[in-house]
Structures are given as structure tokens and as C-alpha cells.
């Protein structure tokens, strides 16, 4: 009897509630800084302090993605996630305290714990659905599981908004706990990726995780065409939509809108879009070939963001900017389920987690760049700013569909190519393994 796509076994069922907890986590983290800078969390920043817990976030997260993601390719997927949430478990803690304390180096330092945990998460959860669901259904449970990121942060921005500022400790106090102790329970029954275990040798391992697992549909094993593409094309759109995503939801409140209670509410409105976003495009990504959604996404955000741009001298209205601002993040949604699916899809197992993190360093480092440079921009020239990014995503996205290859119905498990790490980055090497 052919198994359906939507059968899960238990340990599949562990792997999603376990990224769909830790991206939840991730939105609630990633919303701190920006409420911060607000003035919600700690007394009014001054600008330069603004700009500092705006900055300390994404740098760590940076890391975390690069250090963690390579790690998960040579120590494997499950054990890294003990090593994060000790991370974040901490840090978390710190924020709490300094928010209670109103410390603002107690601030820094647990934003940088918590979004280096959280970060590192990214490489080996993305890599683990891979490489453990049906290749016709990995695209649904991806963009679903990571959707999580914008519920938490409209949750802990909704629930802020209608807060006093005396009980925020202890919501977040309440909301980390919680989500650590869901976190350890579903990770002590969670599965190791049989595909990892198996292309280290580890064959009687592997067969046993692959005994847990439902699998419809293992994909067709081609040999990988080759990496300079991916990571350019991957690099431009990751750029484009991390940015535009950041920008437009966590920074141009503190930025541009002076009121306290409207940059909550630029974060709730912009992650529930998002979060509807997440849900479309889940149902809908496998409707189309990758090339074809990753193209349309990407041109649907820069008309998005023309329409802001054209009506920019009203965008202090909330029933203008909101509604735009709503529609603008679904369209950022459906650009993340594009690059979130193509990126570990695009490399052979060996190397998923080092290339997922080796991808965002882009994005998340011009993004700290992007932070600092906008911070003195009017609204317009902040606006124009985000459609020049779209653009580059377009690029990306254009690169993708007339260079890329296919990896919709593609197996995980590539005959990949050997080679130096500076091969990998470039593509110039071509030797097939064990050739």
C-alpha cells in the first residue's frame, strides 16, 4: 500500500514541532530589539543606543547561521540543538532580568545569547525536514514549520500593545519557559537525519532513523549541477527579502514613527501578513515550478512596495500605511517560502548546513549595514531603499529561472561534486566523487 505524503510518523511530527517552536521563539526574540529601541522594554534610548540593540541581534544571528550550520555538517543536526537552546535558554533569561532591572547592557548581552541560538537553529532544522519528509511535500512542511517566526512576533507584539509596561517581564519570563520546556520534551524523541548518518558511513544507524520515518516519494537522484549559480542567485534574493522583511517590519517604526504604540502595532500588522503569507504560499508552492514561484514572488514585492512609495506623504495614516504594509509583508512571505525551500534543496547533504549558513551571511551582514545606513533617511529615501532591494531579489530570482536548474521533484541526495571549500563557494571545481 503507497503511503500518502501526508502520512507522518511520530518522529516527523517531532522534527515540525520543533522548528515550528524554536521559528515561534525566533519571532518573539527578533521583536525585542526593535521594542526595545522603542522605548518599551528599557527607558528611551538615544540614538546611538537605538541603533546598538537594533545591531547586536543580527550580528549574532549571523553567527550562530554560519558557525552552527557548518557544525551541523560534521557533528550532525540533532546534537546542535542542544548547544542552542543553551543559548538562548540563557539569554532569554538575561533579557527578562535586565528588563526588570532596566539594564541596557543586560539587554545586549542576552539579545546577543538568544539570537545566536536561535540563528544556529536555521541550518540544521531546514536541513533535518529535508532530508526526513516525502520530496513532493518538504516545500509545505519548510515554509509552514518556519511560518511560526511571524506568529511569534505578532503574539509578543499584540500582547505588549495591550500590556502595561510593569507586566512585560513576566510574559516573557512565561513565554520562554514554556517554549524551552516544549522544546526539550520534543527533542529527546526527535530523529537524526538518516541521510546524514548515511553519508557518513553510518549505514546500520541509518537505516534504523529511516524505519521512523514515512516517505512517500525519495525524489530523483541526478548529479549536482553545480554551485556557483545557487549561491549567487541564492545570495541576491536572500539580500532582498531579509532586508525588505526586517526593514519594513522591525526598523521603520523606531526609524521613522516616533510614537511608542505604533511601532507595536507596525509589527503586529506587518507579521500578520506575513503569517498569512506563510499560509498561501505553503498550500501553493508546489502548484508552480520553483523557478516560476521564485520569480513571481519577488516582482509582486517590488509592485507592493511601488504602491508605498507612490503614496509615501500619507503613510502616517495608519488606514493607509497598514493596509499596504499588510499586503507588502504577504508578498515577503511568499519570497521567504522561495528562498527557504531553494536553499537547502539546492546542496548535496555534506554540504546543506555549511550552505545555508554560508548564504545568510550575506543578507543578515548588509543588513547590519542597512540598519546603520538608514537610520538618517526620510521616509521616502527609506522607502525607495526597500524597492531597490526588491529589485535585486527580481535579479536573483531572473538569475534563478534562466540558469538555475529545478529541485521540486529533486532528491536530497545528490552524486555531489568533491572539493575545496573555496571550490564550493565558486563553483570552479567538477571532479564527480569517487572519480
Known amino acids: 500500500m503507497q503511503r500518502s505524503k501526508w502520512s507522518l510518523s511520530p518522529a516527523q511530527y517531532s522534527v515540525l514541532l520543533s522548528t515550528a517552536t524554536s521559528m515561534f521563539l525566533w519571532g518573539v526574540i527578533a521583536s525585542i530589539g526593535p521594542l526595545a529601541a522603542s522605548g518599551k522594554l528599557v527607558s528611551t534610548l538615544s540614538s546611538p543606543f537605538k541603533v546598538t540593540v537594533l545591531l547586536v541581534g543580527p550580528l549574532f544571528l549571523l553567527l550562530g547561521d554560519s558557525t552552527i550550520g557548518a557544525m551541523s555538517d560534521r557533528l550532525g543536526r540533532k546534537s546542535m540543538f542542544m548547544l542552542t537552546m543553551l543559548s538562548y535558554g540563557v539569554g532569554m533569561m538575561l533579557i527578562v532580568l ?33 532530508e526526513t519528509f516525502s520530496t513532493d511535500s518538504r516545500a509545505f512542511f519548510l515554509t ?17 500593545l495591550v500590556m502595561p509596561s ?3 517581564a513576566y510574559v516573557m519570563l512565561g513565554t520562554g519557559v514554556a517554549i524551552l520546556v516544549v522544546l526539550a520534551a520534543v527533542r529527546l524523541g526527535m530523529p537524526e537525519s538518516y541521510r546524514w548518518l548515511k553519508e557518513k558511513g553510518r549505514s546500520d544507524e541509518a537505516e534504523k532513523e529511516r524505519s ?4 512517500a516519494d525519495e525524489g530523483i537522484v541526478i548529479k549536482h549541477p553545480g554551485y ?12 532582498s527579502q531579509y532586508l525588505t ?10 526609524y521613522e514613527f516616533k510614537s511608542v504604540t505604533f511601532d507595536e502595532e507596525i509589527i503586529l500588522y506587518s507579521n500578520l501578513g506575513a503569517a498569512v503569507g506563510g499560509v498561501i504560499a505553503a498550500y501553493t508552492i508546489n502548484a508552480f515550478s520553483r523557478r516560476f514561484f521564485a520569480l513571481w514572488t519577488f516582482l509582486g514585492g517590488f509592485l507592493s512596495t511601488i504602491a508605498i512609495a507612490l503614496l509615501s506623504n500619507r503613510l502616517t495614516d495608519a488606514l493607509v500605511f497598514f493596509p499596504l504594509l499588510f499586503f507588502n509583508m504577504v508578498m515577503s512571505e511568499f519570497a521567504w517560502a522561495a528562498r527557504v525551500t531553494l536553499e537547502p534543496e539546492s546542496f548535496p547533504t555534506k554540504l546543506r548546513g555549511t550552505a545555508i549558513g554560508l548564504i545568510r551571511i550575506f543578507p543578515i551582514a548588509t543588513y547590519e549595514l542597512s540598519v546603520y545606513f538608514t537610520s538618517n533617511l526620510s521616509l521616502l529615501q527609506y522607502v525607495m531603499y526597500n524597492l531597490v532591494l526588491w529589485g535585486i531579489g527580481v535579479l536573483g530570482a531572473g ?3 534562466v540558469k538555475g536548474f529545478e529541485t521540486k521533484n529533486i532528491s536530497p541526495d545528490y552524486e555531489s561534486r568533491s572539493g575545496l571549500f573555496l571550490a564550493f563557494c565558486f563553483g570552479f571545481w567538477r571532479k564527480p566523487v569517487g572519480r
Open 228 to 239: 556557483l549559480i545557487p549561491v549567487i542567485a541564492l545570495i541576491l534574493m536572500g539580500v
Open 166 to 168: 510593569s507586566g512585560t
Open 399 to 401: 538569475l534563478w529561472t
Open 212 to 215: 521512523k520515518l514515512n516517505i
Open 245 to 254: 522583511y526586517g526593514l519594513m517590519s522591525f526598523v521603520i517604526g523606531p
Open 98 to 130: 535586565s528588563t526588570y532591572l532596566t539594564s541596557f547592557l543586560g539587554l545586549v548581552i542576552g539579545l546577543a545569547l538568544s539570537e545566536y541560538g536561535i540563528g544556529g537553529e536555521e541550518p540544521p532544522s531546514l536541513s533535518l525536514i529535508t
Open 144 to 160: 509552514f514549520s518556519t511560518n511560526f517566526a511571524n506568529i511569534g512576533a505578532a503574539f509578543i507584539s499584540g500582547l505588549l
